[in-house]
């Protein structure tokens, strides 16, 4: 931990969590998978760039203070429940690449890495949508499970009940953001761990 807490990762956990904040803020829907209220963003690679430089610790530090960042910039639109599970599913990517990386830094243990992370998203994912965000926005904002369910089925005629949208149409949706984030990461990290090492800094 004394490692960790060195005067240069802090300050890279808080360039690096600052970014992840504006990343954040600024999300978008795939309308060809899930429905317009399930919105990516591009927060996790600054996150996987500094876990794979400090390890996975320094990974859940940024997911936290990512999420404390964005609440107090612009609030919460699902009392906390949103921002608890985007945590959570964030570190389900962040966790098992950082690791796995860790273990020998290569080319091909990051790639291993961020494929098995974004597998444990897209798996975590299913299991908060399933039990606890559908639920919530079911009960909390009065939205019927029937209209979540139909607006899944529009997307893909497949999904006819609870299971089949998070199956179907949350499942993807993880995996496609775990792509996207797993290939900018690939293409960048590189010459961003350069840089810091340029600087003083080892990876």
Known sequence: ??????????????????????????????PFIAPDF?????????VLIGSFIMGP???V???????????????????YVGDLANFCIGCCLVIPASIIYQHKKSKK??????????????????????YIMI???VKAFGMPLDAIIGAGAKINPLISNKLTFVLISVAPFNIIKGVIDGFITALIY???SILIKSIGNKK
């Open 190 to 192: 590189k010459r961003i």
């Open 1 to 30: 931990m004394k490692k960790l807490f060195t005067t240069k990762n802090l300050v890279l956990m808080a360039m690096f969590s600052a970014l992840a904040t504006v990343l954040h803020i600024f999300d978008f829907p795939i």
């Open 61 to 79: 530090i940024m997911e936290a203070v990512k999420i404390l960042l964005k609440l107090l910039i612009k609030g919460t639109s699902t009392a």
């Open 135 to 137: 639920p919530f926005y």
């Open 38 to 46: 399930y919105k990516i963003d591009l927060s996790e690679i600054p």
């Open 57 to 59: 610790a320094a990974g």
């Open 109 to 130: 243990n990051a790639f291993a890495g961020m494929a098995v992370g974004t597998l444990v998203m897209a798996a975590m994912g299913v299991v908060l949508n399933y």
